[in-house]
Nanobody, 125 residues
Framework: QVQLVESGGGLVQAGGSLRLSCAAS????????MGWFRQVPGKEREFVAA???????????GYADSVKGRFTISRAYAQNTVYLQMNSLKPEDTAVYYC???????????????WGQGTQVTVSS
């Protein structure tokens, strides 16, 4: 089993920045993928960004069109932690952000086997 714990959410004004962290523990592997999704009440979970690596090298990083150029996904190999740096935040970025892990990276919820508990991000106008 893989356990995922998100942190770093909070309240920020529009135009501000936040950095989310997702710490993975348990049966992590050298070649794996992790993604960030977000969800607001009454809507489906939405893809934000994903990253796949092989040992210390990143082999894929992808983003939703709505966050391209503002969000950056990265990984600290030694710490088994994935980050989501969010800049130029907008009120429409307000959501619960979830970290997910699976064998393949992509924008589909079904690709991921393990999920964190979520962290709230609120962007005020």
């Amino acid at each position: 089993q893989v356990q995922l714990v998100e942190s770093g959410g909070g309240l920020v004004q529009a135009g501000g920045s936040l950095r989310l962290s997702c710490a993975a523990s348990g049966r992590t592997f050298s070649a794996y993928a992790m993604g960030w999704f977000r969800q607001v009440p009454g809507k489906e979970r939405e893809f934000v960004a994903a990253i796949k690596w092989s040992y210390v090298s990143t082999v894929y990083a992808g983003y939703a069109d709505s966050v391209k150029g503002r969000f950056t996904i990265s990984r600290a190999y030694a710490q088994n932690t994935v980050y989501l740096q969010m800049n130029s935040l907008k009120p429409e970025d307000t959501a619960v952000y979830y970290c997910a892990a699976g064998p393949r990276a992509g924008d589909s919820v079904g690709l991921y086997d393990h999920w964190g508990q979520g962290t709230q991000v609120t962007v005020s106008s």
